[in-house]
């Protein structure tokens, strides 16, 4: 029966009876045609997705994921009271200035290195995305450097390890540090925000593992923009928008998430340091 012949054959039945007809009318008409096991297994996906818990449905799909209980967005009256109390946060104006939501889910590295590279003031280059205005962008990021390092179709499906972000950056006009967790106690790494964050000149990128500061995902990029003493805590802008908001990590648990091993490279993830080159 087709959903016109179904709804004429209803048309004259009661008012119940006659919206029951159009939802199935509906359906008719918007279900796909497919095999009969596929039919099958539909049917079931649909009954188990009623059986989900009211719950799992309060974020919407397009939404940000809820921030872990043990971290502190940035937008929470108490994130904000950390950033207006504490005295390193120098890093933190200037990258804000210039925040980027990474174009695709592998460009953490990316979105972070150009922030960075806004945010020193430094000497731009033309950019392809606004032709009159000089502006480090994530389209134009790998056109200096070495496609053996790393390029932009690799890059868009793996991401970039600490070493490889480091060699990118050493094609800018910035200096470069790196270090890889694995090579620093807890105070080492510490003392490195303490000393980006309180400056304008010089930013401290994180390599971490989402997983082991109570977040959903694998290996990840972003910078660190200030640091609360009273808290022991670091301020984390998530280049990743879409997915998880600015907040608060513990310092411990970001030295652990930078000390999670990349299965790429075999190493401990940590930072990368960029600034001004001395003159």
């Known amino acids: ?10 048309r004259r039945s009661k008012p119940l009876e006659w919206l029951a007809a159009c939802v199935v009318a509906t359906l008719v008409a918007c279900a ?17 997705s009623l059986q989900v818990p009211a719950s799992a449905a309060v974020r919407p799909a397009d939404g940000p994921l809820p921030v872990p209980p043990n971290l502190v967005a940035l937008t929470q009256p108490a994130g904000q009271k950390r950033l207006m109390a504490t005295a390193h946060k120098q890093s933190y104006w200037p990258l804000s200035q210039y925040f980027e939501t990474q174009r695709n889910e592998a460009y953490c590295s990316v979105a972070t290195s150009v922030m960075a590279l806004n945010a020193l003031g430094i000497r731009r280059p033309e950019s392809t995305q606004y032709p009159d205005f000089p502006y480090f962008s994530q389209e134009d990021f790998f056109r200096n450097v070495d496609p053996q390092v790393a390029n932009a179709a690799r890059v868009s499906k793996e991401g970039m ?49 989402r997983v082991e500061i109570g977040e959903r995902g694998g290996g990840h990029w972003s910078p660190l923009a200030a640091y609360d003493a009273a808290s022991d805590s670091a301020l984390l802008l998530d280049v990743a928008r879409y997915k998880y ?22 190493l401990s993830r940590g930072m990368v340091i960029v600034g001004t080159r001395a003159n």
């Open 1 to 10: 029966m087709t959903r016109y012949s179904l709804i004429r054959a209803v």
């Open 161 to 209: 390890t600490l070493d490889q972000l480091g060699a990118a950056l050493s094609a800018f006009p910035v200096e470069v540090m790196k270090f890889h967790a694995g090579d620093l106690t807890l105070d080492q790494f510490r003392d490195l925000i303490l000393d980006t964050t309180g400056r304008s000149d010089r930013f401290a990128l994180l390599n971490f593992s």
């Open 245 to 266: 908001p600015a907040v608060w990590v513990p310092v411990t648990q970001l030295y652990t998430g930078a000390q999670a091993v990349d299965s790429v490279s075999g």
């Open 32 to 48: 796909p045609l497919s095999p009969v096991a596929n039919q099958a297994a539909d049917q079931t996906a649909h009954q188990a």
